[in-house]
């Protein structure tokens, strides 16, 4: 599950493109999860697919199930990264979206597959200056076509707001 809500978190992928994964969309030339994902149009919504960068610890953690795979059953590139309690077939999108209101439920929290999507987005948009980037750059990881899409899942932050406009105001005189 950790490889799982990573990929959620981290990537902003929506349920179909999770089920979708295939280890041949994650693993490098040398048969090791790399530093991006290939995620084609056909698995993407609104054919929007896109190579994303992968955060360091979920790499780590894929390579970690890649690695526990390996181990039982052996790897196929076009095998399902995700794979169902019987081990043979991949998850379905509903089983995705199933999976992951349990996972928050266990948590104690309200949540949806959508959640993570939500997660990475909204602190995609409130972070990207620092790194140089704009909210174009969101924008392009959320692979949506416009940015009024992006701008729905930002959450709002009554304190930013209440910083900000105190920042603004000191240089004022």
């Known amino acids: 599950n950790v490889a799982l809500i990573l990929t ?25 999860v790399g530093t991006t994902l290939t995620l084609p149009n056909e698995v993407a919504k609104w054919k929007s697919g896109a190579l994303l960068p992968l955060a360091k610890p979920l790499r780590d953690a894929l390579q970690r199930l890649l690695d526990a795979t390996r181990e039982t059953a052996g790897v196929e590139p076009n095998q399902p990264v995700f794979l169902s309690q019987k081990g043979s077939q991949g998850l379905t999108r509903q089983a995705i979206v199933d999976l992951f209101r349990k996972i928050w439920s266990d948590a104690g929290t309200d949540g949806s597959s959508h959640s993570g999507r939500r997660y990475f987005i909204t602190h995609a948009a409130r972070n990207v200056s620092s790194v140089g980037g704009s909210l174009k750059d969101v924008m392009h990881l959320a692979r949506h076509k416009h ?19 105190n920042m603004i105001g000191k240089g004022l005189r």
Do not use: C, F, P
């Open 147 to 165: 940015m009024s899409t992006t701008q729905l899942y930002v959450a709002q932050n009554t304190k930013a707001q209440v910083e900000l406009v």
């Open 8 to 32: 959620s978190l981290s990537t902003g992928l929506r349920a179909g493109e999770i089920a979708s994964l295939t280890w041949k969309m994650l693993l490098d030339d040398d048969g090791n």
